[in-house]
């Protein structure tokens, strides 16, 4: 377990992952070239979710959701935003912007890290939802 500042810094290092907004971690593997994903719009994604000590929770898993409308966990709308249409992006998140303390029942431990790898599939902004 990553315990210091300075750890997590080496960690991510070793690991190439940027930190993110609200303290996700993440890594472009493929940079898009449609439009950005950003609060305020319709974004659809395929992901896969791994926990941090190994384990496929889920795999190539269709979701569309609002950017803003926290209907996914926080981590995973942080994670989204930034990235293009058509791009990839390894987003890792720590359980405060996940399932905390809780976790998920047999499946995501408490304060499970998290691991997406997602693919943007498309973006709307509202501006072309609203013409």
């Not at 942080?78 to 976790?103: D, F």
Request: net charge negative; charged share 25%; with cysteine.
């Amino acid at each position: 377990m990553v315990d210091s500042v300075l750890g997590v810094e080496n960690y991510l290092s070793i690991m190439k992952m940027k930190r993110g907004r609200a303290g996700i971690a993440y890594e472009d593997t493929e940079l898009g070239e449609g439009g950005t994903a950003e609060r305020g719009c319709t974004v659809e994604v395929e992901y896969s979710l791994f926990l941090n000590r190994g384990g496929q929770v889920q795999k190539d898993t269709h979701y569309t959701f609002h950017i803003g409308e926290r209907r996914v966990i926080a981590g995973l709308e942080s994670g989204v935003e930034g990235m293009r249409a058509g791009g990839k992006r390894r987003i890792r998140v720590g359980p405060h912007l996940a399932y905390g303390e809780n976790g998920v029942p047999a499946t995501i431990p408490a304060n499970g890290v998290l691991e997406f790898r997602v693919t943007l599939l498309s973006v709307q902004s509202n501006e072309s939802a609203s013409e």
